[in-house]
């Protein structure tokens, strides 16, 4: 019979051999190893991975299994990889917005130290070394096309503004939607303003083939 002493030996190699399978660069909450035990072993047996230095805390209730650059050490979690530790987590949706959002489609240069997400969960921060993750709750409309390209398009044209829109960045957002994606960011774009629908219209919209 294993007794509960063994039991709690084993939790952390229990979760560390999970994380070890997600690789590193991977984020995590409690809620990723539920089905191991009850919550109060699995937030002792996290905290004790912390001490060896075998994972790291990144932020409340937010753990990584760091990349190791051998000149700078561990390097910062990906904004992608927190948000999706945040959702799974939760049971929430985010989007990403404002200038996060161009500067994942390549449109702004700008690397913004306030990452912010709508979310269709409650609004709050999260400090990350020095970035500041910001979920905004919003209405079911601005999450419509939540976890899709068209989403991040969407965002990105209401930061940037239709007085913004100039060919460069024209030439940009097009090369940044694969061809095989153009049909459905415009259905997403469904509900976006009419200067976006517009836009994403001329952009995307297959010429029509011409009869010989």
Same mark, same amino acid.
């Given at each position: =019979?294993?007794?509960? #002493? *063994?039991?709690? #030996? $084993?939790?952390?190699?229990?979760?560390?051999?999970?994380?070890?399978? @997600?690789?590193?660069?991977?984020?995590?909450?409690? *809620? *990723?190893? %539920?089905?191991?035990?009850?919550?109060? +072993?699995?937030?002792?047996?996290?905290?004790?991975?912390?001490?060896?230095?075998?994972?790291?805390?990144?932020? @409340?209730?937010?753990?990584?299994?760091?990349?190791?650059?051998?000149?700078?050490?561990? !390097?910062?979690?990906?904004?992608? %990889?927190? !948000?999706?530790? /945040? +959702?799974? $987590?939760?049971?929430?949706?985010?989007?990403? $917005?404002?200038?996060? !959002? +161009? &500067? =994942?489609?390549?449109?702004?240069?700008?690397?913004?130290?306030?990452?912010?997400? /709508?979310?269709?969960?409650?609004?709050?921060?999260?400090?990350? &070394?020095?970035?500041?993750?910001?979920? #905004?709750?919003?209405?079911?409309?601005?999450?419509? %096309?939540?976890?899709?390209?068209?989403?991040?398009?969407?965002?990105?044209?209401?930061?940037?503004?239709?007085? %913004?829109?100039?060919?460069?960045?024209?030439?940009?957002?097009?090369?940044?939607?694969?061809?095989?994606? @153009?049909?459905?960011?415009?259905?997403?774009? =469904? $509900?976006?303003? !009419?200067?976006?629908?517009?836009?994403?219209?001329?952009?995307?919209?297959?010429?029509?083939?011409?009869? *010989?």
């Amino acid at each position: =019979m294993t007794s509960h #002493k *063994d039991t709690d #030996k $084993s939790l952390p190699q229990k979760i560390l051999r999970r994380v070890w399978r @997600r690789g590193r660069g991977s984020v995590f909450t409690a *809620d *990723d190893f %539920a089905d191991l035990g009850e919550r109060g +072993a699995i937030d002792s047996a996290l905290a004790r991975l912390v001490k060896q230095g075998k994972i790291r805390r990144i932020a @409340r209730g937010l753990y990584d299994y760091p990349v190791i650059n051998p000149e700078i050490g561990a !390097a910062s979690p990906s904004i992608e %990889a927190i !948000a999706k530790a /945040l +959702a799974a $987590s939760e049971k929430l949706r985010l989007q990403p $917005s404002g200038a996060y !959002a +161009a &500067n =994942m489609l390549g449109l702004s240069e700008q690397v913004p130290m306030k990452i912010i997400f /709508l979310t269709d969960g409650p609004s709050r921060k999260i400090r990350v &070394n020095n970035r500041e993750i910001i979920l #905004k709750q919003t209405t079911p409309r601005n999450m419509a %096309a939540a976890g899709r390209l068209g989403g991040v398009v969407i965002q990105a044209l209401r930061y940037l503004g239709q007085n %913004a829109i100039t060919p460069d960045i024209e030439s940009r957002l097009k090369a940044a939607i694969p061809p095989e994606q @153009r049909i459905h960011v415009l259905k997403e774009a =469904m $509900s976006a303003p !009419a200067w976006i629908r517009s836009l994403l219209r001329k952009l995307l919209q297959e010429e029509p083939i011409a009869n *010989d």
